[in-house]
């Protein structure tokens, strides 16, 4: 646990840096189109990199500050996106909620029955979340 505290800040870095990679694998290479609440969850991860990045080489902890809102909000877009996916509870509640030309509740991969898109956005932002609040706990 105390390796974590210490690296806390590179493992989240990571953690963004597969995120943006995947996210910008899925639509560059395998061109699939993004819909609406994707292009909502890359507009919250992709600053997380740089941000990230230059507190890692600046050792600047100040930015968990700036950054956890904006994990928290991601994981809260992907778990609605990831519900409009997997039910038809958010679309009984909310309506149709994706106004793009591509419906959220597509599925381009699936694996294991569960693994989405938008269940992989989400549990990045789940992990950035948790190693950016080990730290504040441990300061």
């Known amino acids: 646990m105390n390796w974590i505290k ?3 800040l590179v ?9 943006m990679s995947g996210s910008l694998y899925f639509s560059e290479v395998r061109k699939f189109i993004p819909c ?17 990045g230059i507190a ?8 968990i500050t700036y950054v ?5 909000i991601g994981a809260f877009i992907g778990t609605i996106h990831y ?5 038809e509870f958010i679309s009984n509640i909310l309506g149709h909620t994706c106004q793009s030309f591509v419906p959220c509740n597509g599925e381009y991969v699936n694996y ?13 932002f789940i992990l950035i979340t948790i190693l950016l609040s080990v730290n504040k706990k441990g300061e």
Not at 56 to 63: E, S
């Open 112 to 124: 294991f029955g569960f693994v989405t898109i938008p269940f992989l956005s989400l549990t990045a």
């Open 83 to 87: 519900l409009e996916q997997k039910t």
């Open 56 to 63: 890692v080489f600046k050792k600047d902890r100040n930015i």
């Open 68 to 72: 956890l809102p904006m994990t928290m």
């Open 11 to 19: 493992l989240a870095w990571i953690v963004a840096i597969v995120a």
């Open 6 to 8: 210490k690296h806390n």
């Open 36 to 52: 609406s609440f994707c292009w909502y969850q890359r507009i919250l991860m992709y600053p997380q990199v740089l941000l990230l």
